[in-house]
Structures are given as C-alpha cells and as structure tokens.
C-alpha cells in the first residue's frame, strides 16, 4: 500500500532531512558555545551556514529521488528512461532498472510467443487432444477433439459417453495417482460405431490451467474397417473359387467312375463342368483387373477416350444378348459430348459393366437406356460428362443401395450366381471413377427399374 503524499510532505521531508544533517553539528556548536568557547554569535552563524546546507542537501536527494522513483515507473510501464537522476549512484540505479525491465519484457515477449505456438501446435494436431483436470473434468479439448465429438447441430463437444466408459475411467484415476502413462482401446457405440484407442498420460507438475491428465486419441475405426474389407474379400474369394472348383473335382470323379459308361449323362455333365470353368475364369479376370485397376488408382489417367464411340460400340456387342431377351435399346446422345482425358479401356470396361447388369437385371422384353450428356460446372463441380444407364427390371430395395459397390456384395447372390455374375462388376466401375475423380450415382424404384449415372470431369485433352 503507498501512503498519500499531502502538499506539505516534500517540504516537511526536506526540512526532516536538513535537520538530520545539522543536528549533531548544532548540539556541538551549542555545547561549545556554553562553555565559552567559540562566542555565541559565532556559533550562531555556523548554526544558520549548517541548517541552509542542510536544506540544499535535502532538497537535492529529494529531487532526485523523486527522479528516481519516475525512472522506475516508466521502465515498468515499458517507455524509454527522461530526466535521471542527477547523483551517480541513482542514476546508475535507474539505468540498471531499465534494463533489467527490458530484459524481462523480452523474456515474458519470448515465453508468450512460444506459448502461443504450443497452442497452435496443439490445435492443429490431427488426433484428438483432451486434458482433464484431476477430477477427470475437460479442461482442454484441441480441434479435433471438438470436431469429433461435437454432436451434428451441438455447439459444444459432448465428451460423456467417452469420459464414462469403464476401462478409460480407470486409466484415468490411476493417472491423476501418479501412475505409468498407458493406453486403452475404447469402442464408443453411438452416434456411428468408432474404434479408439487413447493414450492417458499423467502431467506432473500439472498445467498452469488445472489439467492434470492428457489423454491422446487415435482413430483406428478406418483401419480395422480395411482390414475386416480384406479378410472378408480373401474369405469370399476364396469361397466363390472354391465351389466351382469342388464342383468340377466331384464331376471328373462322376465322370470317371459310375458315370464312366453313361454318354448322355456325360454330355451333360460336360456342359456344367464348362459353365463353373466359366464362372472360375471370369471370377480370376475380374479379381485381376479389379487388382490391376487399385493400383494405377493414384496416378490419373492419361489418354484420350470418346464416351460417344465407346458407348456405341459397347452396345453393339451386347446385340445378341439383348436379343436373345427380346429387349430394346434406346441411345440417347446429346450433341457437344466431346473426346476426354481418360483412360478408353476403363472407361469402356466402365460402360460394359453397366449394360451387362441391365443386361441380366433387366426384365425379358423390357427397354435399357443410355444417355449420354455434358453437364454445366455446379458449386465445386467442374463441367463434365454424365452417362445414364437404366432398365426397367425389378430395381433394387433401398437399403441395399448403399453397399452395391463392394465386392462380391450381391442382392441376390444365388441369381446373381446362375446368371453369370461375379459380384464384382460395381466395385471395379467404382474403382475406376476414383482413379478419374469421377462418381456413381444409383437410384432404383422396386418394381419400376433402375439407373446407374456416372460422372466424369470433363477434361478436354490438348490438341497439339
Ligand atoms: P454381379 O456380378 O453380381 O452383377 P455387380 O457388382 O455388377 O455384381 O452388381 C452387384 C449387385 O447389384 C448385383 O448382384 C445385383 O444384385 C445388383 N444390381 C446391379 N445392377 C443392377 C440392376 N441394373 N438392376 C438390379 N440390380 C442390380
């Protein structure tokens, strides 16, 4: 607490000052002047000389710790140093004042940049970043962390079901107690299934905010759902392999013994063993070129493909087939569909996939459509090329639209199977849209039919 300086304190200080000064001289003067000997008005004089000293003295330390004290209020309130003190030591007083303040601003300049740097680190770290305080409140949530577990609509991260489940709670009571870090793999259930794994780290000395534990998630749903992708297209690959092949080893045994005589049981036979070498060959050809089509799926297309031509010729091949169904073909290829950078032979395997399954999805004597049209830039969406396929067959049931796209997921996988399909055709047509930045839209009414739109960026190749 500073006490108020009244009007009269200066004065009364450089008065206290002068007579500290001329005190001990004038008791002196005065003893002497009593014992005669110096005259009393000798002493008088000196007495007077001794007092107006004093008073210049005061008023000189006074000044100039006056001068002092300004110094020092400006170098904490950061300005350069004005008027300083007139005596030596005070002056070296202030200058020393000075710099030590600047040096200490510089320092606080540095830890506040390096602060704000952490914070900035943290906030753009990719995984989620939480610190709880010792009670295992959120103190600190980075933005991914809020991004995650923000609730579509919510303007605040809801970390409950997160902080409630069992195993991480007690990681995290074992953290607050001093404990080891460690981590913890938590599945939370809802909004949509996710696989975490969360690293708890205990913070001793905590944080200068409260937080105490850290707890640094990483989401590993992605990847448990690739590897559950591949281990299930091994197993179905495997499966759809292995039941031709059974097939054909029970018929050459057929064959061989009881069926060894019998000729038209041989003929017929024959003919089947022909079909499952069939499936067999298709199936490995569209494993392969589905493998083929995954790796070149980072590098874009080079090449020049002619949507027109290809969907053209592409159904011209297909006339038997159609024929054979008593069904009828309707192109419909607007003007202005020019030549793009694609590659022609996906592309064409693109158009072939679609016509086949309106081929044998479609209904005998029904209609397949092709339409074939540019599209105008939309938002995001560069100008482009979007091609129609539709039949009218029994269309597919809602849910499972989403899924057509893997591989080997079929509606019906029996009917899909007799009539000759891999179960693979979408997914290769969805992979190689990727690899083009294209897309696949399907939209199908039970009992009505369905279409199949792919979209492609129209890049037109340069002409030399
Ligand atoms: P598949 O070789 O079985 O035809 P696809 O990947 O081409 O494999 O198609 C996956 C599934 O999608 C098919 O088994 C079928 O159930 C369904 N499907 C595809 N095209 C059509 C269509 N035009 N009409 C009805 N269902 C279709």
Known sequence: MTRPEGPGRPALLVAGTAAAIAAAPAAILAALAAS????PQTAGWLALGLAVAGLLAGLVWYRDLERLARALARAEAGRPPEDLPRLPPLRRVAEAADRLASSIRARSQEVDSLS???????????DPLIVLDREGRPV???????????????ATADLGALLR???????????????????????????????????????????????RILLVLSDRTRERRIEQMRADFIANANHELRTPLASLIGFIETLRGPAADDREAQARFLGIMAEQAQRMSRLIEDMLSLSRIEMSEHTPPKGEADLVALVRRTAEALEPRIAARRMRIELDLAEG???????????AQVIANLLDNAVKYGRDGGRIGIRLAPTPPAGARPAGIALAVSDDGPGIPRQHIPRLT??????????????????LGLAI?????????????????EGKGSTFTVWLPATAPERG
């Open 429 to 445: 047509v969805k992979h190689i849209l990727n690899r083009h930045r294209g897309s696949l839209e399907i939209a199908s009414e």
């Open 337 to 347: 569909v020019r030549p793009i950078i694609a590659d022609s032979d996906q592309l």
């Open 140 to 154: 600190t949530l980075n933005a991914a962390a809020r991004e995650c577990f923000t609730p579509p609509g919510a």
């Open 36 to 39: 005669d000997a110096i005259l």
């Open 116 to 126: 704000r740097a952490a914070v900035r680190i943290v906030e753009g770290l990719p």
């Open 165 to 211: 489940h069992p195993a991480l709670r007690a990681a995290v009571d074992r953290a607050a107690e001093g404990g080891a870090s460690e981590s913890v793999a938590v599945t939370l259930p809802v909004p949509v299934e996710r696989e975490l794994v969360v690293q708890v780290i205990g913070l001793d000395p905590p944080l200068p905010d409260g937080g």
């Open 406 to 423: 893997e591989r080997f997921y079929r509606v019906d996988a029996a009917r899909s199977r007799a009539i000759g399909g891999t179960g």
